[in-house]
Nanobody, 128 residues
Framework: QVQLVESGGGLVQAGGSLRLSCAAS????????MGWFRQAPGKERELVAG????????VYADSVKGRFTISRDNAKNTVYLQMNSLKYEDTAVYTC?????????????????????WGQGTQVTVSS
């Protein structure tokens, strides 16, 4: 059974940094792309960043480009989201997700419906 467990959220001042981690278990991690999503109160869940299974392709939402970096360590079955220059509007529950099917080497699923497994989420709160 696939499990995704996030950690690293918290309260930070605007301009600060946080690093989120998502530990995966239950299957061969390196065969699947991974994504980080976020959902703020009253808003739709959105893709923040995604990474292909080997890490060779990364995609970012326009709102976080240049500030957030997604990475993965396949030896540790973990995907990370480094968040710098945090803004108040980054406040949300951040969740990692994975598709059910094996993804092509450089493919990153871009839509929520392409992801089948979800973590429990971790709260990120940025104070202004």
């Amino acid at each position: 059974q696939v499990q995704l467990v996030e950690s690293g959220g918290g309260l930070v001042q605007a301009g600060g940094s946080l690093r989120l981690s998502c530990a995966a278990s239950g299957r061969t991690f390196s065969r699947y792309a991974m994504g980080w999503f976020r959902q703020a109160p009253g808003k739709e869940r959105e893709l923040v960043a995604g990474i292909s299974r080997g890490g060779g392709n990364k995609v970012y939402a326009d709102s976080v480009k240049g500030r957030f970096t997604i990475s993965r360590d396949n030896a540790k079955n973990t995907v990370y989201l480094q968040m710098n220059s945090l803004k108040y509007e980054d406040t949300a529950v951040y969740t990692c997700a994975a598709p059910r099917t094996v993804t092509a080497l450089y493919r990153v699923p871009m839509y929520k419906h392409e992801y089948d497994y979800w973590g429990q989420g971790t709260q990120v709160t940025v104070s202004s």
